[in-house]
């Protein structure tokens, strides 16, 4: 376990050190952040001044350097736009998207694993037809479109729910969060179907497949056999062997709506993280898009190690470490 | 019966008179957000909507940009390099202290040193050569140079308290802690990327606002900005997109507020070099020599050109055909240079007579996401030369943060631009678009093409030197004239600008494209 763990560290930094790498190149290539910068009517004098005060004035791998240096201290910058140290930025909206993913998340999951386990034990059936239907909107409906199509109904139409913003915070055992009032509440549930209807749709895909595997295998016979309620057979053989490469999927897709909720947070003026990057790399902010990425491949690399422990604890032929 | 129908009337007109007493709030949905709260960190647009309705200047504008007294409420020129400014009195910070001189030559000199600014006010200060308080309400300004705008250049420099600001970090401003003006209103907090909330100032100077409270969301994207208004969730919205004009009029309860602004989409044309890149003859073969140099060959592309089809069936009417760099109302505009009519026959004469009967190939660049139909107009430019008979080798779009450093790096031939015009008059747009690249000097800063005309030149430093303000417009009248006749670059329209707000408000549609609360009325 401690080999798998310190073999997984030094990956880990390699990843990190080669990412801020091709990020920083990247977005050097792209322009010249002081023509995104500077007031539309600035004179010379004050464009000097923007490129000195900045350090752009510096070359290239200068500026690398430099920032590595800083990185290795704990400091990943300011931001150009806002002044800030980058990692302020990110932290002050991170709980905001953390907020919207996990509620979409439990979301996927709560309506999806029930969904595929009624769709995956009466397959061809008239349910399982509508289900299958419902999930193939959710797949190909473009989630823009879902998004607008959410407030177009709900909020312009029917006038149920709010389509902007996120609603009033409360504070519970020390945590702020819009999930403790009920305005709050009412904020998140639109943008939290939009992020969770594709995951919805593969959840329930995953588990009917799942089912469908794993019910006509010998275990299962035997379990009927010995007598075994047909309950306990599904809730506990069936699924504990369906959830690992549910498991493996759910971990990837977090990570992906975490770092990349763009769409949704820019449709829902949802004060996340997706948002930032995106105005982030409009403006070319190289500081913060740089530590943004740093930060969620350092996310990525924590959702799979939690996952690979996952593994082991699920099933017991899994050893982590065993390979060397 | 009766005696019913007389109680229900009387709770309803109760209920009428309660909701008429009741606070009045307004809710703005704004496309853009700022940076910070501290109001000389960045000059740019976002920043300046916020600003100003915490804080003030010595001057403020009007809907055309016409300039009017603020904290300033007149000035003197006592001689070339010395100009006095008296103070209004009895103005007083969110904190209770009076604005004195101080304030105001502390706020002056801050806005050379604020850290990491990415968009500075050093510019609006670089004249200064000292500042001396004769009395708590008067300066003394001397100049290095003499400045006949020199009022406009320190009046749009926003004045901050010296006692709280000294020592305050920007952090402390977007805390709200070091976020004292003499504004309107007052900040109460700041949740970035999602809302700014404000509330009345009553012991404001000008006149008294109609909202209590007011909430500013920041909605980015077009269409939720839209349907935050449809939906009710706001009161008021800026930059609506051309498209949803129509609709938005055509719904009861709701109202658009338009002008036509001071920002110019224009055509660069790259008339200085002797070769350009993305020029070629008609097999697309490159020329030896760069056709764009003619004036001719200029006019034509220029009267190729439908403007008005251009406004109508891409912008749906949100533009005004332009033949010069500020609309009329802004001070510089010349009434005479008129938008260049459609004349397809007289634009093939033209390049008949600079030797390109034939046409020659040519490529057009844009940007995909800086302002409504950027993609689009390109297009519809590249079917309009075509039809003239050049061969349109290609039109290419791209994103902005993209396209802009190689449109400054002159890679290209013929590319959109904008140039939005914030200044009184045209002067500091025409000097920093068409005055020849000085950096010394200071001019041509956005003159992509590196325009360059010895004669526009003098005639634009004889207009920036001169003291008598109607003489100075009539100088920078006839340097517009004079320079749009030879075509530097093709201007196509004016973007018109629209705010849609409920029926219970009215917003002062302005040129300087300023989404703020003190431009907004309850409607009573």
């Given amino acids: ?324 | 019966m009766y005696r019913k129908t007389l109680l229900m009337a009387t709770v309803a007109s109760a209920l009428l008179a309660a909701s008429l007493v009741q606070a009045a709030d307004l809710t703005i949905g704004s496309s853009t957000e700022p940076s910070s709260i501290d109001p000389q960190f960045s000059r740019t647009g976002n920043n300046q909507n916020i600003a100003m309705q915490v804080f003030d200047r010595l001057l403020e504008t009007d809907t055309t940009i016409g300039i009017h007294p603020a904290l300033a409420v007149s000035w003197k020129n006592v001689d070339p390099t010395t100009w006095e400014v008296k103070l209004r009195d009895g103005v007083k910070f969110h904190d209770g202290s009076p604005l004195t001189a101080e304030d105001v030559i502390f706020s002056l000199t801050r806005a050379k040193n604020i850290p990491n600014s990415p968009a500075p006010f050093s510019g609006n200060v670089a004249a200064i050569a000292s500042m001396k308080a004769v009395d708590d309400l008067t300066i003394e300004f001397k100049t290095k140079t003499p400045a006949p705008d020199f009022i406009e250049q320190i009046g749009f420099v926003y004045i901050v308290s010296k006692k709280v600001a000294e020592k305050a970090t920007i952090e402390d401003f977007n805390s709200g802690k070091a976020a004292i003006g003499t504004g309107a209103y007052k900040f109460k907090s700041w949740t970035p990327g999602d809302n700014i909330s404000l509330t009345r100032n009553d012991a404001f100077w000008g006149k008294k606002q109609d909202f209590d409270n007011v909430t500013i969301k920041f909605i980015s994207n077009d269409a939720s900005r839209v349907a935050a208004l449809r939906s009710g969730a706001v009161d008021l919205i800026d930059a609506v997109p051309p498209r949803d004009i129509k609709t938005l009029t055509g719904i009861s309860g709701l109202k658009v507020f338009s002008i036509p602004s001071a920002r110019l989409i224009y055509l660069a044309i790259d008339s200085a070099r002797d070769k350009t890149p993305f020029v070629t003859d008609k097999d697309g073969k490159p020329l030896d020599k760069n056709p764009l140099k003619d004036k001719r060959v200029r006019q034509a592309l220029s009267n190729l050109i439908n403007r008005q089809l251009i406004v109508d069936r891409i912008l749906e009417g949100s533009g005004e055909p332009a033949g010069q760099l500020v609309p009329a109302g802004v001070a510089g505009s010349d009434p005479t240079v008129t938008a260049p009519a459609y004349a397809p026959d007289a634009a093939k004469k033209l390049l008949a007579d600079a030797g390109y009967a034939g046409g020659f190939g040519i490529t057009l660049h844009t940007s995909n996401d800086r302002f409504p139909g950027d993609a689009d107009i390109a297009q519809a430019l590249g079917q309009m030369f075509a039809r003239g008979g050049l061969k349109v080798n290609g039109v290419v779009a791209q994103p902005y943060n993209v396209y802009t450093k190689a449109a400054s790096a002159q890679e290209y031939s013929a590319f959109i631009f904008s140039l939005g015009n914030s200044t009184p008059t045209s002067a500091t747009g025409l000097r920093n678009l068409l005055m020849t690249v000085n950096k010394e000097a200071g001019t041509g800063s956005f003159n992509r093409t590196q325009y360059s005309d010895k004669v526009f030149d003098d005639m634009m430093r004889q207009t920036m030197a001169e003291f008598d303000p109607e003489k100075r417009i009539q100088l920078l009248q006839e340097a517009t004239k004079y320079v749009f006749e030879d075509t530097p670059i093709i201007p196509l329209y004016w973007q018109k600008i629209h705010w849609a707000g409920k029926a219970k408000v009215s917003y002062e549609a302005n040129m300087t494209e300023d989404t703020s609360a003190t431009l907004a009325k309850l409607v009573k």
């Fill in chain 1, 1 to 324: 376990m401690s080999v798998f763990v310190i073999r997984r560290l030094m990956q880990s930094i390699a990843v990190l050190v080669v990412t801020a790498l091709i990020v920083f190149l990247g977005v050097y290539a792209i322009g010249d952040p002081i023509e995104m910068l500077i007031s539309h009517d600035a004179s010379p004098a004050e464009r000097a001044q923007v490129i000195l005060s900045l350090g752009l004035d510096r070359p290239l791998w200068q500026q690398f350097f430099t920032f590595c240096w800083n990185a290795l201290h704990g400091d990943l910058g300011r931001s150009f736009v806002f002044n800030k140290p980058t990692i302020t930025l990110i932290f002050e909206r991170l709980p905001a998207t953390l907020e919207l993913t996990l509620t979409g998340l439990v979301f996927a999951l709560a309506l999806g694993i029930p969904l595929g386990l009624i769709s995956g034990l009466k397959p061809n059936s008239v349910t399982d037809e509508a289900i299958m239907t419902g999930s193939i909107l959710g797949f190909s409906l473009p989630g823009f479109w879902q998004g607008m199509m959410l407030i177009m109904i709900f909020s312009v139409w029917l006038g149920w729910l709010p389509s902007t913003g996120r609603g009033e915070m409360g504070s519970f055992l020390g945590i702020h969060s819009s999930l403790f009032t009920l305005d709050g509440l009412k904020h998140l549930i639109l943008p939290a179907i939009n992020l969770s209807l594709f995951k919805l749709s593969l959840v329930i895909r995953l588990t009917r497949t799942g089912v469908r595997e794993t019910m006509p295998l010998d275990f299962v016979k035997f379990a009927r056999a010995k007598g075994i309620s047909e309950r306990r057979i599904v809730f506990v053989h069936v699924l504990k062997n369906i959830l690992i490469p549910l498991i493996t999927v759910i971990g990837m897709e977090l990570g992906s709506m975490l770092a990349f909720a763009v769409v949704t947070e820019t449709i829902f003026a949802w004060p996340g993280i997706g948002k930032l990057l995106i105005d982030s790399i409009m403006r070319l902010d190289r500081p913060v898009v740089v530590a943004y990425l740093l930060v969620i491949v350092s996310l990525f690399i924590l959702i799979n190690f939690a996952v690979d422990i996952l593994y082991s604890l699920i099933d017991p032929r899994v050893r982590l470490g065993d390979q060397s």
